[in-house]
């Protein structure tokens, strides 16, 4: 009972302190929004380029207004493609030297007049070479169009032509009107026959790396924190007054590590939280695993600091130990750059950072993963934590 | 009530304290005087259960400090010598807590803070940061805290260092109150008059000994020179110095501050005076000032160690 009530005094101390709120909470989340934003390329994000394509388009052809309204402006290119109406093919090309548009379209007049004989007037495409990417994407939108156009138009005056010789003339427009409305709807729908689906696992963003790596690394942060609580308080000669009160040793020494480990918990609860409805950072699908990584991580990190205050004996030494120790195993464990792009023998090295297991966890979760994956991570932490308990309270105590 | 029996500790080869013995009765107030260094504070952590002994005993209502360390600890309010005070917690959060910690309920323990609070005549300031606080408020609380389980004996450790004699008044005040009111108090210093002040019977310890234990005017008639006359002189003169000892009726001779000043301990400070001043005119020793001191433990002191107790 003696160590919540430790515990809790400990933790209001910690969590009313503007300056460690700050450097506890606040500032991880900035460093998220920094690091995800400006390195998200590390990650290997890939999207299509954004496109702005100039059109020429002379008089008013139906044809042209769909490519222009339902194409490029169409809701599955909205967000590549922007299309800048330009009066004249001259201006096309100065807007296309000056890097005003990526690419440029004129569309003859009268573009789909002789659409019935399943032809279309020739489209004028003009590409910058030195945007060749953007280029072939404007190619393959405008290819595949016309390539639709014409053979919906091949198909039905086939059609029609050869009902012509076998139908009345009220029955061929019964069939025309009908095969307008099919031709129409199935150009409408969605493809149903192909069922979409993914194999392997998701790609974890820059933002969600980050986020999980600023987690694992301010979380590290405890340590230095609870080594200086029991220091502080061994200097204060509020430990003395504690052990002067009719409380055993293990007690306070469990309210120590208890208001740490509350400490940890509310700041990577609070954490998630802020980067899931600031910056829409998915930490996984299965909450639960998150939950578990994060708790078993905490103990860790509070049991480490029970460790390093049972060995370490004053706070500038804790200072200066801890905050270089913070720094190699954050750089270590992959919270400042990912692993992945480490030398194979410091990636083994990695695994003696309690971060690098919760960090490669909180990315598996989040990129997907089974419970039976996260048996080993969940066993280190674990490990790492009754080892750094026991060897810190025996030694605390006999001090 | 308290039994302390020839109780001896060591760090390594270093004994600090040397077989120290006293008692202290229920409702009295006990003062263990002594300069800095003297084992004072070692003692009291041995009493608190804080530090482990090497020998002897020491025992609170029968309980022994090395077999129930708990019962005692139950019995005992400590203040110790530096604030052990959080911070960043407002005065009632920490005497809530502090009272928690001695087992009250969150309902009793702030019934009791708010009359600690009248007790120390803080209550205005209840809910401001203990690190607002001046020196003297602080150590106000600092009592208070406790005072949170009504303990059955009061220990303080040097509980007015550093602090505005205002501030130091109205803790002394206090605790006379507090003794008044039945409480047993073990007050240690090394300011005499605050031990004079509050104590009835006083240990005086040094070098890890209790040299003398008794009433203030137990130990003062103790004094085998009655007076103490103070003489500073113009310049150290061993021959001076060598025939003012043979002088009937001087005790003992302390020599301080640079040795141009003498504390004779006289048995008869009548016929001193003249004595003194020519015997030093005789060996052509200037004399500049020249003071008679009503004896007391500070005297004894300094008879007793050769030393000042704020040495």
Redesign the interface.
């Known amino acids: 009972m003696?160590s919540f009530?430790?515990a809790w005094?400990d933790f209001?101390?910690r969590f009313?302190?503007r300056k460690g709120f700050f450097m506890m909470i606040f500032f991880p989340v900035i460093l998220t929004a920094i690091l995800g934003s400006a390195l998200s390329g590390v990650m290997g994000e890939t999207s299509l380029p954004k496109t702005t394509i100039g059109i020429v388009q002379t008089g008013n052809d139906p044809l042209a207004a769909v490519l222009i309204k339902d194409v490029l402006k169409g809701k599955d290119l909205k967000d590549i493609v922007s299309v800048k109406q330009v009066d004249s093919e001259k201006q096309l090309k100065t807007f296309l030297r000056d890097e005003k548009i990526d690419a440029g379209i004129v569309i003859p007049s009268n573009w789909s007049q002789d659409l019935q004989n399943g032809q279309l007037k020739q489209v004028k495409l003009l590409v910058d070479p030195g945007k060749e990417l953007k280029g072939s994407i404007v190619n393959t939108i405008l290819q595949s169009f016309v390539n639709r156009v014409v053979t919906v138009s091949t198909s039905t005056k086939t059609v029609i032509t050869h009902s012509a010789q076998i139908l009345s003339p009220n029955d061929l427009k019964g069939l025309t009107g009908q095969l307008i409305n099919s031709l129409q709807k199935a150009a409408n729908e969605p493809y149903k026959s192909v069922q979409n689906s993914t194999i392997g696992k998701r790609m974890v963003s820059g933002m969600q790396y980050y986020a999980a790596a600023m987690a694992a690394m301010f979380l590290l942060f405890n340590v230095l924190n609870g080594t200086k609580s029991f220091i502080n308080e061994r200097d204060?000669?509020?430990l003395?007054?504690?052990?002067?009160?009719?409380?055993r040793k293990l007690s306070i020494l469990v309210g120590k590590f208890l208001g740490n480990l509350y400490f940890a918990i509310a700041q990577l609860g609070i954490f998630i939280t802020v980067t899931s409805l600031l910056f829409k950072v998915n930490w996984g699908e299965n909450l639960m695993q998150t939950i578990l990584i994060g708790f078993c991580y905490a103990i860790s990190v509070s049991g480490l600091a029970m460790l390093f205050a049972a060995f370490i004996k004053n706070e500038k030494t804790a200072d200066t130990a801890g905050g270089l120790g913070i720094q190699i195993f954050s750089l270590l464990g992959g919270s400042m750059v990912p692993i992945m792009i480490f030398p194979k023998a410091l990636q083994t090295v990695s695994n003696i950072a309690p971060n690098k297991w919760a960090l490669s966890s909180f990315t598996e979760i989040m990129a997907g993963t089974t419970w039976s994956d996260l048996s080993l991570p969940i066993t280190v932490l674990l490990t790492i934590s009754i080892l750094s308990i026991t060897i810190g309270t025996w030694r605390l105590q006999v001090k | 009530m308290l039994e302390v029996s020839k109780v001896r500790k060591s760090f390594g080869k270093t004994e600090v304290v040397k077989g120290v013995t006293f008692s202290v009765e229920r409702g009295e107030a006990f003062g263990l005087l002594g300069p800095n260094g003297a084992g004072k504070s070692t003692t009291i952590?041995m009493i608190?259960?804080?530090l482990p002994f090497n020998e002897g005993d020491i025992t609170v209502d029968g309980y022994s400090v090395k077999n129930n360390p708990?019962e005692i600890?139950?019995r005992?309010g400590?203040v110790?010598?530096?604030?052990?005070?959080?911070p960043?917690?407002s005065a009632m959060?920490n005497l809530l807590?502090?009272g928690?910690?001695?087992?009250l309920s969150r309902k009793n323990a702030l019934n009791r803070a708010y009359e600690v609070l009248d007790i120390v005549g803080l209550r205005d300031r209840a809910k401001d940061k203990i690190e607002t606080f001046s020196g003297g408020m602080k150590r106000r609380i600092n009592i208070g805290?406790a005072l949170m389980h009504r303990p059955q004996i009061l220990i303080m450790d040097e509980p007015t260092v550093g602090i505005d004699p205002q501030s130091r008044n109205h803790i002394l005040e206090t605790v006379k109150q507090l003794n008044k009111e039945g409480m047993t108090i073990i007050y240690t210093s090394h300011y005499m008059e605050e031990v004079e002040f509050l104590c009835e019977r006083i240990g005086i310890i040094d070098h890890g000994e209790v040299i003398a234990v008794g009433t203030k005017e137990d130990l003062i008639n103790r004094l085998s020179g009655g007076t103490v006359i103070k003489m500073e002189i113009g310049h150290y003169n061993k021959s001076l110095v060598e025939e003012l000892n043979t002088l009937p009726f001087v005790e003992k001779i302390v020599t301080k501050d640079d040795e141009r000043e003498l504390e004779i301990f006289v048995n008869s400070s009548h016929q001193a005076l003249g004595e003194l001043v020519s015997t030093a005119v005789k060996n052509n020793v200037e004399v500049s000032t020249i003071q008679v001191q009503e004896p007391n433990l500070e005297t004894l002191f300094l008879q007793l160690t050769g030393r000042s107790l704020r040495d």
């Open positions: 003696k009530i430790i005094k209001k101390i009313t302190d204060t000669e509020t003395a007054r504690l052990m002067s009160t009719p409380t | 952590s608190c259960g804080l708990m600890k139950k005992i400590v110790p010598q530096d604030i052990a005070l959080y960043t917690m959060d807590f502090w928690k910690m001695y087992g805290a």
